[in-house]
């Protein structure tokens, strides 16, 4: 099992840019693709973006293609999300996700982190 932390969330105008943090607990950090999913208010969870166990495939939802980047450092059980262009309707708590090689689903899941975009 492992435990997942958010951090970097925070209010920034519209245009600017936030990186979003998640530090796993465990020793087996590289054994789990990593997802970012976000939740906006009477919405429901959508997917972001995700990369790969060794951090050579990464994949965005169209809407952030261009503006969001993730990474992994592996050496750190950290996963990032750089947020550059930000937009209003980009305002959602995110979360991040591990999806063990076992699975085909994302199992465990961190309390997320509120970003809110301002116009």
């Known amino acids: 099992q492992v435990q997942l932390v958010e951090s970097g969330g925070g209010l920034v105008q519209a245009g600017g840019s936030l990186r979003l943090s998640c530090v796993a607990s465990?020793?087996?950090?590289?054994?789990?693709?990593m997802g970012w999913f976000r939740q906006a208010p009477g919405k429901e969870r959508e997917f972001v973006s995700s990369?790969?166990?060794?951090?050579?495939?990464?994949y965005y939802v169209d809407s952030v293609k261009g503006r969001f980047t993730i990474s992994r450092d592996n050496a750190k059980n950290t996963v990032y999300l750089q947020m550059n262009s930000l937009k209003p309707e980009d305002t959602a708590v995110y979360y991040c996700a591990a999806r063990p090689s076992w699975s085909q689903k994302y199992e465990y899941w961190g309390q997320g982190t509120q970003v809110t975009v301002s116009s």
């Open positions: 990369i790969n166990r060794s951090g050579s495939n990464t």
């Open positions: 465990g020793r087996t950090f590289s054994s789990y693709a």
